[in-house]
């Protein structure tokens, strides 16, 4: 019988993100991964470390204050990795969401925040709206700012998992996984690295395949329940327009929010738009951006930002999301992680913010102790520091 307490599923930013509280825990943890660090959704992402203002359209009050306190822990812990930039939202005369709803919900964003000064908005001043990178000002009424965080998802990912090495994870990659068979003792995964066949043993299995989370099921003897779930897929472009100052937070004409910002793409700081939410058909594999979209996202910024005529998309790329399926609109349907147990021993997670991964892993640990017993405690993530430098 092997010594692994725990295998993980995936090396995104959920699969490093358990490696490294399990490895703090105590326990012996396997990472198999089949592509690379953060090769799923975990480098599609928008790149925000935030509280997500369009989620108290929503009600999810809870995910925002518990997103905004990992914020604020992830800008202590990961100060190169996770930085505040400036959030601007023009309200035009068009503009759906009226000043008022404007200030409500970045009022009650300072307070889920904990009112620190960091955490509170301004109205930009009518003089140094113009300043603002071109932005189009025919209509314009009020400008307001916020602070918010960003990221490079796949840095920190990988940062996660150099976090986790240190305390003792180990990461197979790629790897192919066979079968996952239960047996009385725990569970044998069976996969294949570099053709050579391998079995190993552990009493927990965490999968955390972003995407592919219901395709791993499969491979799982006996059969186990997964939850009905729907693939919402989102697009970003980047265009050769100069990175602007800050994050836009821009209304589109089907009343989505959607983000323009600086994003540095091949070594040069560019602009990246996003992002879109469709629903999504077939294997995780196949996904990518459609015409359509980025159709959709090139025209939302030049309705912006006119003056740059002659930009052209230089990237494009396409993640999914996982949400429950549920009868309300995609925009609506809870973002937060939904821990599974799809067989006694065998932790799923399902969807989850990027920026919640610390306080999602941390429960994953609550959740898989009672099987595991308690061991001796080697660190506690919100003190572990994140960089790539070593
Ligand atoms: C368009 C979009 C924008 C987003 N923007 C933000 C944002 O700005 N801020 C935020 O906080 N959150 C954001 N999110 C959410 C966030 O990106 C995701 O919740 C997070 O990245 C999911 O990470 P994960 O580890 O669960 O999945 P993934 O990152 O997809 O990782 C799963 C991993 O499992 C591996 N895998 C799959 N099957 C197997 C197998 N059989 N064997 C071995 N390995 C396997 C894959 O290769 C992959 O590396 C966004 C999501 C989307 C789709």
Redesign the pocket.
């Known amino acids: 019988m092997s010594d692994i307490d725990v295998i993980v599923?995936?090396?995104?930013?959920?699969?490093?993100?358990v490696a490294q509280a399990a490895s703090a825990a105590g326990y012996k943890v396997l990472v198999?991964?089949?592509?690379?660090?953060?090769?799923?959704?975990?480098?599609?992402?928008?790149?925000?470390?935030?509280g997500?203002l369009r989620y108290l359209e929503s009600a999810q009050f809870s995910l925002v204050r518990k997103?905004l306190k990992e914020r604020a822990i992830l800008c202590r812990l990961a100060p190169s990795l996770v930085k505040l930039r400036p959030f601007y939202i023009p309200i035009y005369k068009t503009t759906t969401r009226r000043p008022w709803q404007i200030r409500f919900g970045l009022s009650l964003y300072a307070v889920l925040g904990g009112l620190r000064k960091e955490n509170l908005f301004k109205r930009v001043r009518r003089e140094d709206i113009k300043k603002l990178d071109q932005l189009e000002q025919t209509n314009l009424q009020k400008v307001y700012q916020y602070n918010d965080g960003q990221t490079n998802?796949v840095k920190l990912?990988k940062a996660v998992m150099f976090s986790a090495k240190a305390l003792g994870a180990e990461l197979k990659c790629p790897?192919?996984?066979v079968s996952i068979v239960k047996g009385k003792m725990g569970f044998k995964v069976n996969?294949k690295e570099a053709d050579k066949e391998v079995s190993v043993q552990a009493k927990v299995i965490i999968n955390?395949?972003?995407?592919?989370?219901n395709?791993?099921h499969e491979?799982i003897n006996p059969k186990v329940n997964s939850l009905d779930v729907d693939l919402?897929?989102?697009?970003?472009i980047i265009i050769d327009a100069p990175a602007p100052s800050g994050i836009y937070y821009l209304e589109a004409e089907d009343n989505r929010a959607v983000f323009v910002m600086p994003y540095e793409f091949d070594g040069e700081l560019k602009t990246m738009i996003?992002?879109?939410?469709k629903l999504f058909q077939g294997k995780?594999d196949d996904v990518k951006p459609g015409e359509e979209e980025v159709e959709y996202l090139f025209n939302i910024y030049k309705s912006y930002f006119p003056e740059y005529k002659k930009v052209n998309v230089i990237h494009e790329f396409?993640?999914?999301?996982?949400l429950l399926k549920d009868n309300g609109t995609m925009f609506a349907r809870p973002?937060d992680?939904i821990l599974h147990w799809a067989m006694p021993g065998l932790l799923t997670?399902y969807?989850?913010?990027?920026?919640?991964?610390r306080s999602t892993s941390e429960l994953v640990i609550k959740k898989i102790k009672p099987l595991l017993g308690k061991k001796r405690r080697v660190a506690y993530t919100d003190q572990l520091y994140l960089s790539l430098d070593g």
Not at 10 to 16: K, L, Q, V
């Open positions: 599923i995936g090396a995104g930013i959920h699969g490093t993100g198999l991964e089949k592509n690379g660090i953060a090769a799923g959704t975990s480098s599609k992402s928008s790149k925000l470390v935030h997500g997103s998802d990912t790897v192919n996984i996969y955390a395949a972003g995407p592919w989370v395709e791993l491979l919402v897929q989102g697009t970003h996003g992002t879109t939410e995780a396409a993640g999914l999301r996982v973002r992680t997670l969807g989850g913010k990027l920026t919640a991964y």
